[in-house]
């Protein structure tokens, strides 16, 4: 996985709508995948992880999903509210990399009163 | 949670200074160190990683002249632009691992850094 961001992709919902951001990723051998949100001006902040032996997990208001066979990982928000716009970026880790994480190209969500 | 705390959060410097720049983890002991950069509207980009007491391992085409980084101990890790141009302007961000994955990947705040 070695997604290189030239652009961002943006997504916009109204308040209260279900959100869902999605990533791609390359490397097969990945087997920890974390989401992250960054607001502007600011380090990202840890949403949710899950493993390769997983395929859901459920967080509060937020879902990952996790697709092995077509490598392809979602972040669902459900009732999205204005706090939640920001730019969201997916992170890929495996044994083979040492401890370090790659970065998705990010996606920036934007919420509409 | 885990917290670390990165200072400054924006510096201004002349063309030829250097400037540095201080990740701490405040509640737990830091084994590893990662620098990344972000240009506006792109990805994190990783530079380089660094274990306590040992040398940084860089990332390709990142040069280790340019960018120091210093782990002496393990809540404290800095990382150096030397004599900075403006294509350096940047922002910055440093992330904290503790042993075993303790802290898992705890994100400092970033330093935007603009070469004048």
């Known amino acids: 996985g070695e997604n290189v961001g030239l652009h961002l992709p943006t997504l916009s919902v109204q308040e209260g709508d279900n959100s869902i951001i999605n990533c791609a990723y390359s490397n097969s051998a990945s087997d920890y995948f974390i989401w992250y949100k960054q607001e502007s001006g600011k380090g990202p902040q840890f949403i949710i992880d899950i493993r390769s032996n997983m395929d859901k997990r459920q967080g509060q208001r937020v879902t990952v999903l996790l697709n092995k066979t077509v490598k392809h990982l979602s972040l669902q928000i459900a009732a999205t509210q204005p706090g939640d716009s920001a730019v969201y970026f997916c992170?890929?880790?495996?044994?083979?990399?040492?401890?370090?994480?790659?970065f998705g190209g990010g996606t920036r969500l934007m919420v509409k009163p | 949670g885990a917290v670390v705390s990165q200072h400054p959060s924006r510096v201004i410097c002349k063309s030829g200074t250097s400037v540095k720049i201080e990740c701490r983890s405040l509640d737990f002991q830091a084994t590893t160190m990662f620098w990344y950069r972000q240009f506006p509207k792109q990805s994190l980009m990783l530079m380089a990683t660094s274990n306590e007491g040992s040398k940084a391992t860089y990332e390709q085409g990142v040069e280790k002249d340019k960018f120091l980084i210093n782990h002496a101990s393990l809540t404290l890790s800095t990382l150096t632009v030397t004599s900075a141009h403006p294509e350096d302007s940047s922002f910055y961000i440093c992330?904290?691992?503790?042993?075993?994955?303790?802290?898992?990947?705890?994100f400092g705040s970033g330093t935007r850094l603009t070469v004048v």
């Open positions: 992330s904290a691992r503790g042993t075993g994955g303790l802290g898992g990947y705890t």
């Open positions: 992170a890929e880790n495996n044994d083979n990399a040492g401890n370090m994480l790659t």
